[in-house]
């Protein structure tokens, strides 16, 4: 048997800008010294396998820094590999999880 997940359409609601044009700001990115933007990751919120045999990777479902939940992104683990912090707390909260 499949479960297929569903909600009601009771549960939407039409999204409404701020009409004051008070959207939060989103910090700029870090510049590296190569000159390359990098964000700074929150916290790893998931992570899954992508890919098939020879080419599945892991990737993170990331929290980035300053941005709300409608920017988190799944990132290859080559992309965040300088946040080995985060990557091990999340790996020390969920030890079943997808790992490298």
């Known amino acids: 048997m499949r479960i297929h997940p569903v909600f009601h359409i009771n549960l939407l609601q ?10 939060p700001s989103q910090p700029p990115p870090i510049i590296t010294e ?33 941005y709300d939940a409608g920017s988190n992104s799944w990132e290859p683990a080559d992309n965040v590999g300088n946040a080995e912090e985060a990557i ?3 790996h020390k909260k969920f030890p079943e999880a997808v790992g490298p």
């Open 88 to 90: 091990q707390e999340f």
């Open 34 to 66: 190569e000159g390359e933007e990098e964000y700074e990751v929150e916290e790893i919120l998931d992570s899954k396998w992508k890919g098939r045999s020879k080419n599945k990777k892991v990737w993170y479902l990331i929290k980035w820094v300053g």
């Open 14 to 23: 039409k999204f409404h800008p701020d009409p004051y044009g008070r959207d």
